[in-house]
């Protein structure tokens, strides 16, 4: 399957001179998560949700000032492979499509993530089919707990470079998951009158356990990649914990992971690792 085959077509562009509070509205209003740059006609850039609510002056800042630029890109005659493995590498989760140097869509992660769903139910399935969730997921991962301060976790994940934690009780039995989004949403709305320190202020108290998902979706280390897949696509989900018959937590799988399982399907389907 190609990218052109599950790419959204024309899809909604900002300039790079607009504000991010537009940007953000835009966001809102179309349901999604990425909004390539144009000017002149031209591909500039590409701005994501995170990189809006990673910016501190978001009440002033521009497109502009915190897009990425160049974005990675793909054309609509590569295949999913090909663009997933683009995304591995590159550690994002949307490609713009440009044929003859015009934008004409964007593929994201979620879409093929579910591309791979439906190719899973095909009479002859892909490589990936047989491939299970503790093969690609990460081994004891980081893990924080309902008390620890919410700045605590949140230096945790930037120290490890990493977005999701599952949130255990003493016994190492999973009751939430934290993620970067969640920490930022308890400071408030993105474009509030404040700086940083009174952010700081405003969240110094809070515990993991005010702001943790509760209700989480878990996986099970033989849970097939292609089920979770089709879990990512339908709720847009970043990383999902892996727990035991125990509801201990014995792993985190990423969106990341899946899309290495189908970049690389012919090798952990050969390994059984």
Not at 12 to 37: C, D, F, K, Y
Not at 145 to 170: E, F, N, S, T, W
Not at 193 to 209: G, I, K, T, W, Y
Request: glycine share 6%; with cysteine; aromatic share 2%.
């Amino acid at each position: 399957m190609k990218v052109k085959d599950v790419m959204k077509k024309s899809p909604m562009t900002i300039g790079p001179n607009e504000s991010l509070a537009l940007a953000s509205q835009m966001m809102a209003w179309g349901g999604i998560r990425h909004l390539p740059v144009v000017e002149d006609g031209k591909l500039v850039g590409i701005l994501s949700e995170r990189d809006i609510l990673a910016c501190e002056d978001r009440k002033h800042a521009h497109v502009s000032d915190v897009m990425s630029t160049p974005a990675h890109t793909a054309s609509p005659d590569d295949t999913l492979v090909e663009a997933a493995g683009r995304m591995v590498a590159e550690g994002i989760s949307a490609l713009p499509i440009v044929e003859k140097g015009k934008l004409i869509g964007i593929v994201t992660s979620t879409d093929v993530l579910a591309a791979t769903v439906t190719e899973s139910l095909e009479p002859t399935p892909p490589p990936q089919e047989g491939i299970t969730v503790g093969q690609v997921m990460t081994r004891e991962p980081l893990v924080a707990h309902p008390d620890d301060l919410v700045l605590d976790a949140a230096a945790k994940m930037q120290m490890r470079g990493v977005r999701h934690l599952p949130v255990v009780d003493g016994s190492g039995k999973l009751i939430g998951m934290l993620s970067d989004r969640d920490i930022r949403t308890a400071i408030g709305h993105p474009f509030a009158s404040m700086d940083p320190e009174s952010a700081r202020v405003r969240v110094q108290n809070l515990r993991v356990a005010d702001v943790m998902t509760k209700d989480v979706l878990t996986a099970r280390e033989d849970t097939k990649v292609t089920e979770l897949a089709s879990a990512f696509a339908d709720l847009a989900v970043g990383a999902v914990p892996v727990v035991d018959a125990e509801e201990k937590v014995v792993g985190i799988c990423s969106y990341v992971d899946l899309l290495r399982a189908l970049s690389h399907p012919e090798a952990l389907a050969s390994t059984g690792s």
